[in-house]
């Protein structure tokens, strides 16, 4: 198998963050290149050096590096999205600036190769009873009675190919119902609240911490022919940001879905109750194995009644009421 090395680029204060949200993703095995370790562990072992390579010095200045290596397959590309995402949304948590500038790079791969680089590994799948989700660059080889969704990554998440998407799929099959309003808390590329209008919601609101995913997420409801007046896309961080807020409370929701991560749905449960229907659904995902029970406990914390738990591979999804 092919392995695509991602460095993030933080500071010795954001290797604890970085890292920790990078094992939230279920990624464990990481390398660590700090600049202030480096020079501490020169000092304190300087008898024992004749010589240290320039390149090595020169390496080791400047920026301290998390390095993780993920498949370079279609589910190792939705990886990369959650990354991305995910450091996106430390960013905008670090109001002090204390972890530096949270950027990624991709070894061997550009930016504006991304979408060439999609094309090799993803195709055409059907998600529960009723979806089939496209990539917008490949025809329908047969006609289908499937509910069609094309979407174009970007390089934002979500496009079925990870466990935790096709979780909350199935779960909108279920529960999403004609004339119903949705929220996505973490929209990413706007899979699951496009699919919902798809569905039969009457109107979607989408959220995401990242504001370039404003634009993949209508780009990919305009290719699905879902009108601008049903479908509103937002950006902000729904726990501090009161503008965010007052905007998501013009409604309350039949069907919430937050696919992101363990601690962060934690923290957003009881603002998720706020916004939702007496009986409404909360559909969660994104939980690595081993966290699952500290999200029940949470939400069943905040006045929630679980309905299921899915497992697919390492991964859970949670839905309550």
Not at 62 to 85: C, N, P
Not at 96 to 113: V, W
Not at 134 to 161: C, H, Q, Y
Not at 251 to 262: F, L, Q
Request: glycine share 8%; aromatic share 8%; with cysteine.
């Amino acid at each position: 198998m092919d392995w695509i090395k991602v460095t993030i680029y933080t500071t010795t204060a954001g290797i604890e963050p970085v890292s920790g949200r990078l094992m939230q993703l279920g990624i464990t095995g990481l390398e660590i290149e700090d600049e202030n370790e480096f020079n501490e562990f020169l000092d304190e072992t300087r008898d024992y050096w004749d010589y240290v390579d320039d390149a090595l010095v020169e390496r080791m200045h400047g920026d301290t590096r998390v390095i993780a290596y993920v498949s370079d397959d279609a589910s190792g590309r939705e990886l990369l999205s959650a990354i991305r995402g995910s450091m996106a949304e430390l960013a905008a948590m670090d109001e002090g600036h204390e972890f530096g500038r949270l950027e990624t790079e991709l070894e061997g791969t550009k930016a504006e190769d991304w979408a060439n680089e999609w094309k090799k590994y993803f195709h055409s799948m059907e998600i529960g009873e009723r979806l089939l989700v496209k990539p917008e660059w490949e025809e329908l080889e047969a006609e289908t009675d499937r509910i069609v969704f094309n979407v174009n990554p970007g390089m934002s998440f979500g496009t079925g190919s990870h466990e935790t998407t096709r979780l909350c799929l199935e779960a909108l099959e279920k529960y999403v119902t004609p004339g119903c309003r949705m929220l996505d808390l973490g929209c990413g590329s706007g899979i699951l609240s496009v699919v919902s209008l798809l569905l039969g919601a009457k109107e979607s609101v989408a959220v995401d911490i990242d504001p370039n995913c404003i634009d993949t997420a209508y780009e990919n409801a305009d290719m699905n022919g879902v009108p601008r007046d049903k479908y509103h896309v937002i950006a902000g961080n729904v726990v501090t940001d009161p503008d965010v807020q007052e905007y998501i409370s013009k409604n309350k929701y039949e069907v919430v879905a937050a696919n992101i991560v363990a601690d962060v749905i934690i923290g957003l449960a009881p603002k998720a109750r706020e916004y939702m229907k007496e009986g409404g659904v909360f559909i969660t995902s994104g939980i690595i194995d081993g966290r699952q029970e500290d999200v029940k406990a949470a939400l069943i914390e905040n006045g929630f009644t679980i309905e299921s738990m899915s497992r697919r591979k390492d991964w859970w999804s949670i839905v309550c009421r």
